[in-house]
């Protein structure tokens, strides 16, 4: 198993934007999102009305 050095916990808007904030601030992090559901059908999707691209 490769180490992460930032393991975001949650996919939904929050844990992506803090995901690309942490890249932005160092690109070589090793960063990992763990989502239980497909982040598509995250509360922020739902909370638009379930939108997608």
Sequence with gaps: ???FDI???GGGGAGLY???EAMKTN???NIAVL???Y???SHTSAAQG???K
């Design 1 to 3: 198993m490769k180490p």
């Design 7 to 9: 393991v975001v916990v």
């Design 18 to 20: 803090a995901a690309m």
């Design 27 to 29: 690109p070589a992090l």
């Design 35 to 37: 989502s239980k559901i």
């Design 39 to 41: 982040p598509n059908r």
């Design 50 to 52: 379930g939108a997608v």
